[in-house]
C-alpha cells in the first residue's frame, strides 16, 4: 500500500511545486517529488538506481535550482 | 496487491510526464520551464525502471549464499535499471547546462521571463 | 581479440579523451595546437586503417560465439538467448568507413581553421568539437539503441556549445530554445526505446529485428507502432527536419563558420544513423515509408522555399542545408536497395558541399564581419578565389554536372521513378532549380554587384589553411561525381543489409 503513498506525494509534490510563485520555494519542494521517485525505485525491487536517484533528485537537482534562483532573481514577475 | 507497485509506478511516470509537458510549455518562467522539463525526464526514467520489475521477484544483486536456481529464476530484469542510472545522470547535466544559460541571460535582459527572452 | 578490430573502439575513445585533456588546459595555447592537430589527422585516418568487423565491449561476444558453449545444455542452445548479443556491440562495415572518413575530413578541416583563424585558439572549442564528433562516431558505429541515445544527448550537449562558445548576437537565446524543445524530444525518443525494450527485452537491434522478423513477438502489436512514432519523433529533433527545421537552421546561423560547417554533418550523419535503424527496424509498417517520404517532401519544399527569403547568408544556406536533407530522408523512405544507396550517397555529398558552402561564406564574415546580405556587395573584388570555390560549391549543391550531388541526386530520381512514384522526382528536379535561383541569387548581391559605400573590407589575408580546404573539399565533390561507384560501392552494402 505504502506506493500509492508515494505515488501521491510525487504526483502533488510536482504540482505544488510548480505552483508556487516564490520560487526558492519552488527549487527546495522539486526534492519532494526526487524522493518519492526514490522510493519508487526501490519499491520496484531496483535499489542501486534508488541510490542514485535519491542523491541526484533530491539533493543536487534541487540544490541546483536553488543556487540558479539565488544568481537570478527570486520572486516571480 | 503484488502488481500494484508496477501499477502506482506506471501511473506516476504518466503523470509526471503530462505534468512536465503542460508545465514546459504553458509556463512562463523560465525556472519553473527548465523544473519542468527534468520532471518529464523522470517520468520516463521511472517508466523505463517499471519495465524491469517483477511481481514477487528479488533484487537482480547476486549475493554469495544465494541458490543459483532460485535466483535467476525470480530476479528482476535488470537491463532496464542500468540504463535508467546513465540517463539521471544525462538529465541531471542537461539541465545544469540549462540553468548556466538562464543565469547568463538573466544578466542580460534583467528578467527570466520567456515570453521577454525567447519571444521575437 | 585481435588488434585491427582494438581500432573501432579507438575512433570514439582518442576523440573523447583528447577532448577531455584539452579542456583542462586551456589556457597553454601551444600545446592546445599541437594536441588537436595530431588528433585532427587522428580522425580520418584511423577509419582508414581499421578493418571491417564487430566489436564487442568487455569481450562479450555472443555465446554462438563463445568456446564454452559446446558444453551447454540445449535449454540455452536452443533458444535465441543462443545467438543474442550481451555486450554494447560496435559494427563497422564499409559504409561505416566512408562516412566516418568523410566526417573526419569535415573535423580535421574545422579544427585546422579554427585554430589559424582566430589569435587565441580555444581549447573549449576544440574540446566541443571533438566531443560532437566523437559522439556521432559512435552513433554510426553503435548496434545498440539505448547506446545511440546517450550519444545522441552528448551529440546535442556538444552542438549547443558549439553555438555557445560562438559570441554571435543572440546565440544565448537559441540555444536555450533548442535546449528546452530537446528536453521534451529526448524523454520522448527515450520512452520510445523503452517501449521497444519492453515488448522485444533487448536494446541490441540486430536481437530486435531477430525478435520481429522470427515472431518471437508479435510484429503487428500496437506497441511498437507506439515505439516507432516516438522514436521517428526524436529523430525529427535531433537532425532538424520539421516541425525543428527552423530551430536547426537558427543553430547553424548562431554558430561559427568551422562550428556551422561541422553542425550540419552532425544532422546529416545522425539522420543516416537513426534512419538506418527506423528502416531497420520498423520497414515492415507501410507507415514507416510514408511518413518519411511525407516528411522528407515537407523538409524539401519548407526549407528551400524558406531560404528564397533570407536576408542572412547563413540562414539561407542554413535553410538550403535543412532542404538537401529532406534528399536523403527521401531515400530512406523509398525503401528500395537503390533508393537507399542513393539517400546515403546524397548525405555524404551533402555533408562535404554544405561543409564548404559554411566555410567559404565564411571568408567573407572573416573580412567584413557582416552577414546581412542588404549591407554587402563587391566582394568578388577582395575575395576573388574563394568566390570562385563558392560559386562551385554553390552549383555543386544545385545538382550540376560533373559534381558528385549531380550523381545522387540523378540515383534518387531514379529511384523514385523505379518505385512508381514519378511525383517525388519532380518535386526533387523542381526543388534543385529553386535551390540553384536561391543560390544564384545570394551569390549576385555578395559578389557581383557593385560595392556599398559604408562597406568596410579589413585588409586581413584570409588563412591559406581555409583556401587549401575548400580546394580538398571541391577535389572530393569533383572525384565523387566522376568517378560515383568510388562511393555506392561502399555504401550498398549497408543498404542491401538493412532492406
Partial sequence: MIEYIFMITAILGAIISLMQRDLLKVAILTGIPGASIAFLYQYLQAPDVALTQAIVGSAIVPVFFALAVLRTRRVEE | ?120 | MSLPNLLIPLMVIIPITCALFLNLLHERIRTVKVISIVVAFALPIIPLFANYGTHYFGGYAPLIQNPISADLPTLITGTALYIFHPAITYVYGSAQKLMIFILGIVGLFAIFISLYEVKKPSGVYIYLMLMGIASITAMLLSDDIFNLYVFFEIAALAQVGIVLVSKIKNNYETALKYMILGGIASPILLLGIALLLGVTGNVNITDIVYSIRNGLINPQSPVLLMACSLIIFGWLYGTGLPPFHVIKSAMYSKALPTGAALLQAFSVFSLVAFGVIIIRIFSYIPFTHVFLLAISLIAMVLGITMAITQTDFKRLIAFLAVGELGYIGAGFGLGTVFGITAGLFQAVNESIITALLFIGFGTIMYKTKETDMQKLGGMLVATPKSALFVLLAGIALAGVPPFNAFQSKLMLVQASLNSGLPEIAIIMVLMSIVTFMTFMRAFHTIYLRPKPVDLEIKNEKIPKITLVAMVIFLAICLLLGLYPHLATNFLQGLAMSIT
Avoid: R
Fill in chain 2, 1 to 120: 496487491m503484488i502488481i500494484d507497485t508496477q501499477l502506482a509506478a506506471l501511473f506516476t511516470a504518466g503523470a509526471l510526464i503530462v505534468i512536465g509537458i503542460f508545465g514546459a510549455l504553458f509556463l512562463d518562467n523560465l525556472i519553473k520551464k527548465v523544473i519542468a522539463l527534468a520532471f518529464i525526464g523522470d517520468g520516463a526514467n521511472l517508466f523505463l525502471v517499471s519495465l524491469g520489475y517483477k511481481a514477487g521477484g528479488i533484487v537482480y544483486i547476486f549475493l554469495p549464499g544465494m541458490a543459483m536456481s532460485n535466483f535467476s529464476q525470480n530476479a528482476s530484469y535488470p537491463l532496464p535499471y542500468a540504463l535508467v542510472l546513465t540517463s539521471i545522470v544525462i538529465g541531471a547535466s542537461t539541465m545544469a547546462v540549462m540553468l548556466g544559460i538562464i543565469i547568463i541571460l538573466n544578466k542580460k535582459y534583467g528578467s527570466i521571463s520567456a515570453s521577454k527572452i525567447l519571444g521575437e
